[in-house]
């Protein structure tokens, strides 16, 4: 899990879903978490559809919701710190599947790895609109502070874009996320590239 760590956001996006899906997975992208919290169960579940055909070759993840992860058979979820928790989540979806926590400091990376969460999505690094609830911004060192101390690999996520990006990777993190950066772009796999080269440049 290296890279660029694409998830997708209807509400910000130029081109839709679909379309920013396609296009990051052209630019060779590992991850694509499916984020929509503007629709309808029913819809989600048709577009979710659709992407787990679409991300048959890569980690297909589903953020908060289980029952739309299951009944289109992706990779697994990402949960958050007000969704449910982990050993539920585990019940239900088996061992099999991944789960990835978001997590704000070293204690809750630590325990996350200890409850089994196969990665850690460190939020927010920086200041971000994208996500109104995201918190204060723990910044860079809080990714060096975790990468010494647990072995599951590290993404972060929350304010990053391309003029940050190369400190965030050397601080450690095996992967990134910037959604504002990539889907209000015009060209979504031109825009994925830059941060993709970024990652061999480091």
Not at 117 to 135: E, H, L, M, N, Q
Not at 162 to 189: F, P
């Amino acid at each position: 899990m290296r890279g660029f760590y694409f998830i997708t956001d209807a509400r910000l996006s130029r081109a839709g879903i679909i379309s920013d899906v396609r296009n990051a997975l052209a630019a060779g992208v590992e991850v694509v978490q499916y984020r929509n919290k503007e629709s309808c169960s029913l819809d989600l579940y048709a577009e979710a559809r659709e992407l787990r055909r679409l991300c048959r070759d890569v980690i297909f993840l589903i953020n908060d919701r289980l029952d739309i992860a299951l009944a289109v058979g992706a990779d697994g979820v990402h949960l958050g710190q007000d969704d449910l928790s982990y050993w539920p989540a585990r019940k239900i979806l088996g061992k099999k599947k991944i789960i990835g926590l978001t997590v704000h400091s070293l204690v809750e990376a630590q325990r996350a790895e200890r409850l089994g969460a196969d990665y850690v999505g460190v939020s927010p690094i920086f200041k971000t609109r994208t996500k109104a609830d995201a918190g204060r911004p723990v910044g860079i060192k809080l990714i060096a502070q975790i990468k010494k101390k647990v072995k599951i690999p590290v993404i972060a996520i929350g304010g990053i874009n391309l003029a940050n990006a190369e400190v965030v990777i050397r601080a450690g993190a095996d992967g990134l996320c910037a959604i504002s950066a990539v889907v209000r772009r015009t060209n979504v796999k031109a825009e994925i590239e830059k941060f993709q080269r970024l990652f061999y440049a480091c």
